[in-house]
């Protein structure tokens, strides 16, 4: 599209100066939209007037050619800021902690170590105790002491590529001196109470957006597009861990902690060693105390064990380390009234109850919804017909304690007898779904009621369709859950599988056009189309997750991905697989470890109902999924199943088997034709006799230890 004629022949009249000025005018308007909308949430024009800037900006600079500069809005390529960050694949994954919420689950913790390791209780054990920063986890990675990449924290695997953004950070050393060839450091980006204030105060005064806490100012501050605009934020990081390295750091988590600092990152001053648990506890409630004037937030204590062979001999569980835990500050409580309960209708048809509240805050947040669960919450029971809150209900018009522990849901804790209104009456738990109508469920032993609708139900396809596109499935940008919802509402996508017709039904060329709807434009309207084309390739275990499959989270994905490969192996294992008369697809499928019987029936029931099923091939025609990696098939042990037997005596038995788990093999209590290999230690019997008498290949601890490499 270009100037109309009329325009062309009204620009070539202008005087220069008149051009100038104009120039000039609409360059900074196209700037301060393009910040605008680098900052995402806050665009300040609509794409079509951005357009009409552009054009006439375009006009003027060629017919006056001399004010055309380099760095001129015209000439930023597409002018539209980059599109989101790129992704950077963490080479050793970010895990998260394990959490105790009170002195005994530390005592535990620590006791569940010494098992684990086999040592006595005299046994010396240190620990690190530091506060549990509130931020987000940041990856810095450097090469011979150069920093070439930052990556936030993303599913853990894989993250956001904020390097730009890092590089502002005052806190962050671009350039080290005596580090290791390759060094990950990983660490805590959060904003001080006292640049918080001043940032909202700023923000106030603009009239833009104020940030619930320093936690989501940090985050929103490190996730900017734009480099500059996070610059001008006041972020810090403190360094408390470590990822990919060429060379050790050190023999201890305290020297290693002080290592980075004598390499130029800050540390948390108030890391302790601790020689016990009940040092630990000390030292939490000491940190907890002070807490109030440290000048930023956070939300617990971090234990580590401190001997770094120790960490290496503990390893990890799925998602966590077992050689560190948080310990978590208690929850913050408000008093407020509960206005009304709603029920929502989740992706699975379960009916979750919310409580609308009068807005009041907890712990600096405004809350003004919480979740009351499910009924028998709301009633005063518990899963098995005991009392809770000593059998008080919760009725609408309530005094009732509000909670929220760290980011979690806030929820409701207790009512307030005294408090309560004459004319409140007990809450009647619908039996029928509000949206559709259906018989709304409870089967035995389910603490939920579910829609029985399905896919008629509209709730359920809208949270169906919300969750597909959520950031740890599709993650398409610029169509979020209110997009989808409109577009649900005017019927242009009902499943999945119509996201990728859109462009085909309301693309150039078509009657009804994206472009012309409220709030969209051409080039919104273009990116939307471009961003879900680009979604069409994506990896297995997204499209698993994606499905919205009840008991099926990211986690489960990966590893249903993991043991297929490939969409097709995955779907023809679904469909084979049957739970009435078992069968080898069947048991492989329960042979996975993670998955139980409960979520395998959840699966296989997905894929043998007609309608989901004829969904879910729609979908995948769309789709160019890419295979799963594989477990690494290097070890020489994965796959096979290996059984332990006798007395181990350099490892425990748990350290010994989740070894051979974390090499890929299946370990197994009992010896039979399907073991391959049975690690017999002091005093094995019967078991290694069976295994003689079955020809399996039987090793002592030493040669376990060759094989696995351990200890
Ligand atoms: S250690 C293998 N230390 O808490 C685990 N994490 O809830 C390495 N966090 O994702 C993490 N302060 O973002 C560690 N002093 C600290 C921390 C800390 C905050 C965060 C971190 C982690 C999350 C887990």
């Not at 130029?264 to 601790?274: D, E, H, S, V």
């Not at 380390?321 to 929850?331: C, D, M, S």
């Not at 979020?480 to 039904?505: N, R, S, T």
């Not at 275990?541 to 969409?567: C, D, M, N």
Request: overall charge negative.
């Amino acid at each position: 599209m270009s100037e109309t004629p009329d325009h062309a022949a009204e620009i070539a009249q202008m005087s220069r100066d008149g051009a100038k000025t104009q120039v000039e005018t609409l360059s900074a308007q196209l700037e301060r939209a393009n910040l605008a909308y680098h900052q995402r949430d806050a665009p300040e024009i609509s794409d079509a007037e951005y357009d009409r800037l552009k054009r006439r900006l375009q006009a003027l600079e060629a017919a006056f050619p001399d004010l055309a500069v380099a760095d001129s809005p015209t000439q930023h390529v597409g002018a539209a800021p980059a599109d989101g960050f790129s992704k950077l694949r963490h080479e050793q994954r970010m895990m998260s902690l394990g959490n105790a919420f009170d002195d005994e689950d530390v005592t535990e913790f620590v006791k569940g170590i010494r098992k684990y390791l086999g040592l006595g209780p005299e046994d010396p054990l240190s620990f690190t105790a530091e506060p549990k920063i509130d931020g987000l986890s940041l990856s810095l990675r450097y090469k011979n002491g150069v920093l070439v990449y930052a990556a936030t924290r993303g599913d853990g695997e894989v993250g956001e590529n904020v390097t730009a953004n890092a590089r502002t950070i005052s806190d962050i050393p671009s350039v080290l001196e005596g580090a290791p060839q390759e060094l990950e450091v990983r660490g805590e980006v959060y904003m001080s109470h006292e640049d918080f204030a001043a940032l909202n105060a700023a923000q106030e005064a603009r009239g833009a957006k104020l940030f619930a806490n320093p936690r989501n100012a940090a985050a929103g501050s490190l996730r900017q597009l734009d480099a500059q605009i996070t610059a001008a934020r006041p972020l810090r990081f403190f360094a408390y861990a470590w990822g990919v390295l060429s060379a050790p750091l050190a023999q201890t988590q305290t020297d290693a902690i002080a290592r980075l600092s004598s390499l130029g990152f800050i540390t948390n001053p108030l890391t302790k060693r601790c020689r016990s648990s009940v040092e630990m506890i000390r030292h939490y409630h000491q940190i907890e105390a002070d807490r109030a004037t440290l000048g930023y937030d956070i939300d617990g204590v971090v234990y580590k064990v401190d001997d770094l062979g120790l960490q290496q001999r503990l390893g990890f569980r799925s998602t966590t380390p077992r050689w560190a835990i948080a310990h978590k500050f208690p929850a913050e409580l408000a008093w407020t009234k509960l206005e009304a309960i709603e029920i929502q209708v989740g992706r699975t048809g379960a009916l979750s109850p919310v409580a609308r509240l009068t807005p009041v805050t907890v712990g600096g947040v405004v809350v003004s919804n919480a979740t009351l669960h499910n009924e028998d919450y709301i009633a005063g029971r518990d899963a098995n017909g005991g009392d809770i809150r000593g059998g008080k209900d919760i009725r609408e018009g309530d005094w009732v304690q509000v909670y929220r522990a760290g980011d979690v849901i806030p929820k409701v804790a207790d009512v307030d007898l005294s408090r309560r209104p004459p004319e409140a009456v007990a809450f009647v738990f619908p039996t029928t779904c509000w949206k559709c109508g259906s018989d709304a469920i409870r089967e035995e032993g389910d603490a939920v009621r579910r829609c029985s609708g399905g896919l008629i139900c509209p709730a359920q396809q809208v949270e169906k369709l919300k969750h597909f596109v959520s950031r740890a499935a599709f993650d398409i940008d610029g169509l979020g859950a209110k997009q989808v919802e409109a577009f649900y509402h005017d019927g242009w996508i009902k499943e999945p599988a119509d996201i990728f017709h859109l462009k085909k039904e309301y693309g150039p060329g078509q009657i009804r056009q994206l472009k012309n709807r409220e709030g969209w434009g051409e080039k919104s309207a273009d990116k939307l189309f471009d961003a879900i084309e680009s979604c069409r390739h994506i990896p297995l275990p997204k499209v698993i997750f994606a499905l919205g499959i009840r008991h099926v989270g990211e986690q489960t994905a990966t590893l249903l991905g993991r043991h297929y490969g490939s969409w097709t192996a995955f779907e023809a294992a679904m469909t084979k697989a049957d739970p009435q008369n078992g069968g080898e697809a069947w048991e492989d499928l329960l042979g996975i470890d993670g998955v139980g019987a409960v979520l395998a029936q959840s699966l296989v029931s997905t894929f043998h109902q007609d309608a989901e099923r004829a969904a879910i091939d729609r979908l995948v025609k769309e789709l160019d999924i890419e295979d799963a990696e594989r477990p690494a098939s290097t070890s020489e042990i994965s796959g096979l199943t290996i059984v332990f037997t006798g007395t181990l005596e350099k490892m425990t038995r748990s350290e010994a088997k989740a070894r051979a788990e974390a090499m890929g093999a299946k370990v197994s209590g009992s010896v039979s034709k399907k073991t391959d290999i049975l690690v017999a230690g002091r005093g094995a019997g019967s078991k290694a006799t069976k295994a003689a008498d079955l020809g399996v290949r039987v090793i002592d601890e030493d040669d376990w230890i060759t094989l696995a490499g351990h200890v």
